[in-house]
């Protein structure tokens, strides 16, 4: 140091020195330390003059902001422009929008028609960054850096995430051709769906109230027949409609809030109620398994009339031929 140099203001060795005191303790009770040194002179025998400096930069740093570190950026250091930011953090909000519905509807199934619109909007903000919002070049190095950049891709990852969850589900069975909306025949079953959920309910109520009905479920299987069966004929129809549209993909399910529904009705019928649905075609059934019991029977009986009627036939020569010779003898004997 500088003898003839000003000695810096009492607040700039101040923290300094409190940080090096752990460093300026066993010099001290060592006694190498003149005891009538002031703190700067004890700090100029123990640090050399970049030291000093080092530790004069670390104490500004804590005393404008408490974070260690450089006071700015290098310039070389990559970063997103402004635009770019602000597509990567519309991304993130609507993720988190996405995934915390997903998450809510995933028991009873409610994903495709509570989570729709955000699908849409979480695949309209990928559009906007896989097509870097332009053909500039600084675009082009947005979308690089927000999809190519690292080996995670982590936007990357989750965009991919969404899409095959939406597959797996079959959401766009349940929409309109541009998914934009619910399709009819799904919020007419929704709605059936609903109705007979409530006609379970209410007739449960009324049952529960007798103790002698306790567990008796023959009020719900009889005054709840006819949305049960609504609701099996809508279910019925959308999938020969969907087997129809979808014929050169066999195996394809109908949405996956449709069959979700449908299962819990039919468990709640036939497990829970023990109910079953009468079939309406019993005469029908029993004619015809008469007719085929009687079918044997039929044909029997006719093989042997047709027998009968052959061997008369094979009689009737000989008994013919007989009386034919016994006339000619006869004719002899005159």
């Known amino acids: 140091m500088d003898p003839g140099a000003t000695p810096p203001p009492r607040s700039s060795w101040l923290l300094p020195g409190l940080l090096l005191a752990p460093l300026l303790w066993p010099g001290l009770a060592l006694g190498t330390l003149a005891a009538d040194g002031s703190p700067r002179r004890v700090l100029d025998d123990l640090l050399s003059e970049q030291q000093w400096l080092d530790v004069e930069d670390l104490s500004l740093a804590l005393l404008r902001g408490g974070r260690l570190g450089p006071r700015s950026l290098p310039p070389d250091l990559p970063d997103l422009d402004p635009e770019c930011r602000d597509l990567l953090l519309d991304f993130a909000n609507s993720s988190a929008e996405l995934t915390g519905c997903l998450v809510r509807g995933a028991r009873p199934v409610r994903l495709c028609q509570t989570c729709y619109p955000l699908f849409q909007q979480v695949a309209s903000k990928m559009d906007n960054i896989s ?8 675009s082009h190095s947005c979308a690089r850096s927000l999809l190519m950049e690292d080996r995670m ?90 087997e129809h549209e979808n ?25 829970t109620f023990n109910c079953s649905v009468p079939c309406s075609d019993t005469v029908p059934v029993i004619a015809v398994s008469v007719f085929i019991l009687f079918l044997p029977v039929v044909f029997y009986l006719s093989s042997f009339l047709h027998s009968e009627q052959k061997k008369r036939k094979l009689i009737l020569p000989k008994r013919l031929k007989s009386s034919t010779s016994f006339a000619n003898f006869q004719e002899n004997l005159n």
């Open 131 to 138: 097509r870097a919002v332009g053909n500039t070049s600084e």
């Open 153 to 242: 891709q982590i936007v990357v990852i989750l965009s991919e995430f969404f899409n095959s969850t939406w597959q797996k589900a079959n959401c766009a069975n349940c929409l309109t051709n541009k998914s934009e909306e619910l399709s009819i025949s799904t919020l007419n079953f929704l709605n059936q769906f609903n109705n007979t959920l409530t006609c379970f309910e209410n007739n449960l109520q009324e049952s529960m109230h007798s103790l002698l009905q306790l567990k008796n479920y023959s009020e719900v299987c009889k005054n709840c027949l006819n949305a049960y069966k609504t609701l099996s004929s809508m279910y019925s129809e959308m999938q020969k409609r969907n």
């Open 247 to 271: 014929k050169a993909e066999p195996g394809t399910h109908l949405c996956i809030d449709v069959e979700d529904a449908m299962n819990i009705t039919r468990k709640l019928w036939s497990r």
